[in-house]
């Protein structure tokens, strides 16, 4: 017996599109989630979020890690903090309303990795952002921005 897409039931074409877009829109609301959560007061007003990144970045078991935060984010802790932020919430936007998604995509798989890379003792942490690497990487190889996007409206990348 040969079984083809029609007898198997799979997804149509445009389908397969929508559902690539609620991923994309899921990740979204994951950053927006993310984003949140934070105390912005503490974040943006004392940098209480990258003062418990250096006391993670101090102790780290990679050495390179305590010299980069030291040099690149301790001194700058409230505009640090800010990028942090905002840019959760850049992408979460981004992604729900799939603007620049490709973009947003990138980035926040480097966001991500960054996170990871700073959190790696702590594995409660890597799951999340192992599971939003990989989403991000799904959404952006289906071109999630096909439907459903600001990106497809103004025929943005293809979409």
Same mark, same amino acid.
């Given at each position: 017996?040969?079984?083809?897409?029609?007898? @198997?039931?799979?997804? @149509?074409?445009?389908?397969?599109?929508?559902w690539m877009a609620?991923?994309?829109?899921g990740? +979204?609301?994951?950053?927006?989630k993310?984003?949140a959560?934070?105390?912005? +007061?503490?974040?943006?007003k004392?940098?209480?979020?990258i003062e418990?990144?250096?006391s /993670?970045?101090?102790k780290?078991k990679?050495? #390179?890690?305590? @010299?980069? #935060?030291?040099?690149?984010?301790r001194?700058h802790p409230?505009?640090?903090a800010?990028? /942090?932020v905002?840019?959760?919430l850049?992408l979460g936007? +981004?992604l /729900?309303?799939g603007?620049l998604t490709?973009v947003a =995509?990138?980035? +926040?798989?480097?966001?991500?990795?960054?996170?990871?890379?700073?959190?790696?003792?702590?594995w409660?942490?890597q799951?999340?952002?192992?599971?939003?690497?990989l989403?991000a990487?799904v959404?952006?190889? @289906?071109?999630?921005?096909? /439907?459903?996007? =600001?990106?497809h409206? #103004?025929?943005l990348f293809?979409?």
């Amino acid at each position: 017996m040969h079984l083809t897409a029609a007898s @198997t039931n799979l997804l @149509t074409a445009t389908q397969y599109a929508y559902w690539m877009a609620v991923l994309r829109i899921g990740l +979204g609301a994951w950053w927006l989630k993310s984003f949140a959560h934070k105390d912005l +007061g503490g974040w943006l007003k004392r940098g209480s979020g990258i003062e418990w990144g250096g006391s /993670v970045a101090e102790k780290h078991k990679w050495g #390179f890690v305590k @010299t980069g #935060f030291d040099k690149v984010v301790r001194p700058h802790p409230i505009p640090m903090a800010y990028v /942090v932020v905002f840019s959760e919430l850049a992408l979460g936007l +981004g992604l /729900v309303l799939g603007f620049l998604t490709p973009v947003a =995509l990138v980035a +926040g798989i480097l966001l991500n990795l960054l996170y990871f890379v700073l959190m790696i003792n702590d594995w409660a942490e890597q799951g999340q952002n192992l599971m939003m690497i990989l989403a991000a990487v799904v959404a952006l190889g @289906t071109k999630s921005w096909a /439907v459903l996007s =600001l990106d497809h409206l #103004f025929h943005l990348f293809g979409g």
